[in-house]
Each structure stands twice: as C-alpha cells, then as structure tokens.
C-alpha cells in the first residue's frame, strides 16, 4: 500500500512543470501572482535576484507564455510591466496543488 | 512560500516610502491654516490638491527607486470596500464636525451646555484623528495609528486647556509631516535608483 502511494508521489513529481520548479523562476511567479502587475524594479527589490537572471528567467517565461510583458513610459522613464498569463497562473497554481499533494 | 504575506507586501509597497505620510501631514497644515482664516469651507478641495500631489510625487521619487505595482483585483475590491465603509462612516460624523463649527462660532456658545462648550475644541482633532485610524487600517500603514493617537492626545489637551482647534490641527500637521519627511529622507537614502 505505501509502496503504492510513493509511486503516486513519483508520479506527481514527474508531472511537476521544471519552468515553474526552478526555485528564481518560481519566485518571480509566486510575486507576480499576488499582484495585477509588476514592474522590473519592483521585482529586483522583492525578490533580490539579480537584473540579468529576472531579464533570462522572464524571457523564458514570457516565451511559455506565462508571463505577458506590457512596454510603456512613466514620465520620461520608460517602464516596462510584467502580469501572469492566465496559462501562467493555471501553471503556477497547478504547480502549487502537485507540490501539497506530494508533501502530504 | 506564503502568498498571502507576499500580496501585503506588494499592497504594502504603495506606502512605505513615506510619501503619503508627508502630504497627509501638509494636508492637515492645510486644514488648520484655513480654520485660521476662516476658509474652512476650502478644505473640501483638499484632497482635489492632495491626492494629484501625491501621485506625482511617488511617479518621481518611489517608483524609479522601488519599482512599480499594480495591487490585485482582489484587493482593489477590499480597498473600495473598505473606502466605502470609511466614506460612511465619515458621512456620520460629518455633523458633529459642522456643530463643532457652529458652537466654536458662536461667541460663548450660548444654549449649549458646559460641557459640550468645553468639548467643542476637542471634536475637530477627534474626527481627524478618526480619519487617520482609518487611514491606517484602509492602507495597513500602522504609522497611522500613531498619528491618530497623537491626535486623540492634541484633542485631549484641547479639551483641557481650550486651545484653539486651528493650533491641534497645525501641531497634529507638523508632527505627522516631520515623521513623514524623515520616513521620505530614510527611503530616498536606502532606495538609490538603480541604472537598468
């Protein structure tokens, strides 16, 4: 029987999603999940991870299609703002729901 | 990983950098100077000032230095929630304010009893120091509640010396904006903006 619930467990971390399993990447979801949308600086402060790891972890998000990238200005500065895709939230939240079932 | 701590944050990250703090000290210099002048029907354009102020300001020293966040849906939905309930409860106090004027208008407040005469100096600082508790739980800022405490104890005094209101509200004013202007002073000087 416990052998059998530890092949589920084997099971789940198999189907866990390795873009969201990446400890940066899994942060930057976490901060952006909580909020409508981030910007580059906010996000630098929050999760104290470097500019270039945020700017090669988003990248690879935004081509899985998790995260969207909105390009503007706030005044004369230009600004660059990053929200959760509904795919990305479905992932992240999935992600979420994988990881308590194999930790239960 | 606690989300739940992460969206305070977020939410909390719209205030810390002091700003609100300093305008809503300056608002209340405001308030207490036109009381002075007797224009105290101008305060209701206050805010029309104050809330664009604080916008432009936190466009120019907050968000180059800590970034840019938009709060949840959710907690936009709370947050007017909670602006509507405050709105209330200030539309129920409001005449108590206007016969807080009307008694310190009159000259001995004659037909009211002694008490209330005595009171009436005191119920202007009350009520903005009810502002400010509110202020404190609409943004989770707990300075707030320092500043409303600081008002409840300017009314007290009040009420014990009979000091004009003008002078509570302007000392309440320049207390809040010195703790402000510090609060500014100490992110301005461990946010450097950061060259992207």
């Known amino acids: ?104 | 990983m606690n989300l739940d701590r992460l969206e305070e944050k977020a939410f909390g990250s719209l205030w810390d950098d002091g700003l609100i703090d300093a305008i809503s000290g300056i608002g209340l210099v405001g308030v207490g100077a036109m009381w002075y002048f007797d224009l105290i029907q101008l305060t209701a354009a206050l805010p029309l000032i104050l809330i664009p102020a604080w916008q432009i300001t936190r466009r120019r020293i907050a968000i180059p230095r800590a970034g840019f966040v938009r709060p949840s849906v959710e907690r936009q939905v709370k947050s007017s929630r909670r602006l509507t309930q405050s709105l209330a409860i200030g539309l129920t106090v409001l005449p108590f304010f206007v016969a807080a004027i009307i008694i310190q208008m009159r000259d001995g407040g004659s037909g009211t009893s002694e008490l209330l005469r005595r009171l009436a100096p005191a119920i202007p600082t009350v009520i903005l120091g009810a502002l400010l508790f509110m202020t404190a739980a609409l943004t989770g800022r707990h300075a707030f509640r320092l500043y409303g405490l600081i008002a409840l104890v300017a009314a007290f005094v009040g009420f014990l010396t009979g000091i004009d209101p003008w002078i509570q509200i302007v000392a309440l004013g320049a207390i809040v904006t010195a703790i402000g202007g510090y609060h500014v002073a100490a992110f301005i000087s461990t946010h450097p903006i950061r060259e992207l």
């Open chain 1, 1 to 104: 029987m416990n052998r059998i619930a530890d092949l589920d467990a084997v099971f789940k971390v198999v189907e866990l999603d390795r873009l969201v399993h990446e400890p940066a990447r899994h942060l930057l979801l976490a901060h952006l999940s909580v909020v409508e949308e981030a910007d580059f600086t906010y996000l630098l402060n929050a999760t104290g991870l470097s500019s270039g790891n945020i700017s090669s972890h988003m990248a690879k998000l935004e081509e899985a299609g998790y995260v969207a990238v909105r390009k503007g200005f706030s005044g004369k500065r230009p600004l660059t703002t990053f929200s959760l895709t509904k795919k990305g939230r479905g992932a992240f939240d999935n992600y979420r729901r994988n990881m308590r079932q194999i930790v239960n």
